[in-house]
C-alpha cells in the first residue's frame, strides 16, 4: 500500500492479496540479475534509432575532390600565449609547412595543462609518454612528406570515460582512480590515426554528473570561482583556457551544451549513432553521444570527420556518410529559426535576437518553425532509469556511500530514488519519445537546420536524436559567456555547420579569450 501512493496507484485490499505472491516472487528473479556480473558495456538487446521506421536519410557529401578542409593565411605568433588561442586549423597550416613542430605544440600544451590545473582542476591524468611519442612520430612523418590531414600532430584531450591502455579510467570516481582498462577506445584509435597527439584525460562530473569529482569541482576559465558546468566539465575548461586546441566531450542530456556555453567555447553534439561509444562509460544506451569541442565550428567538423562512422563494435552506429564540405554556399541550405524561443521572455533574449539579426544579415531569410512544446519531455525519467541499470555496479561493488556528492542532487539519491521507476512508466515514455520524433520530423519537412536559443529545445532534441552545434554568442553584462545554437536534421551536420560556421565568422565572438589565461605568463 506504501508503494502504491509511491507509484501514483491504488487497488483494493482483495487485489493486493492476489497480487502479493506474484510480486513477492519477483524478488527472487531480482536476486537471480543481481548475482550476475554485467559489465558497464553490455548493453540491452535493442538500440535506439532515432529514424523512424520507413524512413530513408539522405545527406549531403563533399563533392570528389573538393577541399576537405579550409587552409587559412597564419604567422607563427611571436609569444606562446597566442600560439596556445590558435584554432586547429591554423596550427595545422604551422604544422604542415614546418613552421611549427607537433613536439612544440606538444610540450606548450603538457606546460599550460600542468601550470593551469590547480586553479581549474581540469586534468585527471596526464599522458606525456604517448604524447612525446605519438608528436616525435608525427615529426617525423612530416618531414618525410607524408602528411595525414589537418589534425596531424595536434594535440587534444579527452573527457575521461574513454579508454586509453597504460593510464587510468576514471569515471571522475575515487573508486576507479587507478583502475587501467585494456582496451582503446575507438574515437582514440581513429584520433591515432588521423596523427593527433593525446595529451591529456580530462576531468568530468562523478559518473557523468554535474562538475565536481573526487578531487574537487572543475572550474570556469572566465570566472574561476564558478563551476564550469558538467559533465564535460575539463573538456570545456581546457579548450576554453587554451590549455589543449580540441577536446573530446559527451553528452547524454546537456553535457556538451552546457559547458560549451559556460566557457565560451565551440561544443558539437552529433547526430545519435554518429559516432561510436566503445570503449567509452556508458550513462544511458539510447541517449549517449561522443562530440568535439574546439575553438570554432569548422574545427569540430573537421574532428568529427576524423572520428564518425561504424566500427563494428557499437551496434548504435549508422552506416550514414558524413563529410565536411566546407565550400558550401549558404544559398543551398534552407534555414529557420525557433520563433517561440525568440519571442518569449527570457534571460538572454537580447543578444539571442541580436544573433537572429547577425544570420539575416548573412543573406539569409530564415523561417520561423515551430517545435512540439506541448508534450511531456521525460527525458530526465529516461536518463536516470537507463543510468540507474548502467551504473548499477558502483551501487551493488562499491556501495553509493563511496560517492563524493551526497546531496539530493548526486547519484546516490538518484539512484535510489529511481529504484521505485515502474517499468510501465519508463515504456510510456519511451513511447511519447516515439511522438516527439514523428513530431520532429515535421519540422525538417521545411528546413535543413534552424537556429534557437541554446537552452529552449535540449530535452526535445537530445531525445530525438538531432545534432547540434553550441557556438559563442558574445559576453553578459558581467563579462561571461553566452551562446546561441544550431540545430540540424538527422544526420544533417554538415549543412548545420555550414550555416553556424558562416555566422561565427561574421560576429567572431569565439575570437575572444579569458583574460587571466591569456596572458603569456
Known sequence: KAAEAVVGVEYTDEQRELMLERIESNLDSYDAIHNVDIPNEVAPP????PVLAGRTVTVHQRPAGAPTHTRPVVHRPDNDADLAFLTVLELAELVRTRRVTSAELTELCLRRLERHDPELRCVVNLTPERARRHAAAADREIAAGKYRGPLHGIPYGVKDMLAVPGYPTTWGAAVYADRVLDQTATVIERLDAAGAVLVAKLSMGELGLNDTWYRGQTMNPWKPDQGASGSSSGSAAAVSAGLVPFAIAEETMGSIIGPATRTGVTGLRPSFGRVSRY??????????????????VEDCAVVLEAIAGPDGKDASVTHIPYTWDPARPLSAIRVGY???AFDAPHETQARDQAA???????GVTPVPVELPTDLPVNAA???RVEAAASLDEVARVH?????AVQDGN???????????VPAVEYLQAMRIRTLLMQRMEEVFQHVDVFMTPTFGVLPITDLTGYPCVVVPNGLTADGLPESISFIGRLYGESAMCTVARAWQEATGFHRLRPTAFANNH
Open 410 to 420: 548526486g547519484w546516490p539519491t538518484i539512484m535510489r530514488s529511481d529504484q521505485f
Open 46 to 49: 535493442y538500440q535506439f534509432n
Open 399 to 403: 556501495g553509493l556511500d563511496s560517492l
Open 381 to 383: 525519467l529516461i536518463v
Open 279 to 296: 570503449g567509452a562509460m556508458t550513462m544511458c544506451w539510447s541517449l549517449d553521444k561522443l562530440g568535439p569541442m574546439a575553438r570554432d
Open 338 to 340: 525557433f520563433s517561440w
Open 356 to 362: 537572429l539579426h547577425a544570420l539575416q544579415s548573412l
